[in-house]
């Protein structure tokens, strides 16, 4: 019946700040309507999971965490870097991948994967 994800939508306190943060932050292009569009690219996947609300994976006052795949970890690092944008969880690297977690200008947590 689902055929995959139609979109993520949430409110923010500063939406121009926020679009700009996306987008020099992530490089995402946020279009005049304020959103962007992410067309699948081979080797890519969308997880959808249910986390307790007692786990501790992210905070609990979170109600949703997103979590972008990036083609290259080190060259994030890097641009993150060079833009001044603090990690809120260093790199880890397990069987699923890589993962370093950033923080959005309302706070929220943003997990950055690199499979």
């Excluded at 939406?15 to 995402?28: A, N, P, Q, R």
């Excluded at 880890?92 to 499979?115: A, C, H, N, Q």
Aim: glycine share 10%.
């Amino acid at each position: 019946m689902i055929k995959g994800f139609g979109g993520v939508f949430w409110r923010t306190k500063d939406l121009e700040g926020t679009k700009k943060w996306y987008s020099d932050v992530l490089k995402l292009e946020i279009g005049d309507w304020n959103g962007t569009m992410f067309s699948p690219q081979s080797g890519s996947e969308t997880v959808f999971s249910f986390f307790a609300e007692n786990d501790a994976y992210f905070p609990s006052d979170q109600q949703v965490m997103l979590n972008f795949q990036v083609d290259n970890m080190d060259e994030t690092l890097g641009h993150l870097e060079r833009l001044g944008v603090p990690l809120a969880k260093n790199k880890e690297s397990g069987e699923f991948g890589t993962f370093v977690w950033i923080k959005d200008p309302d706070g929220r947590l943003i997990e950055l994967w690199e499979k």
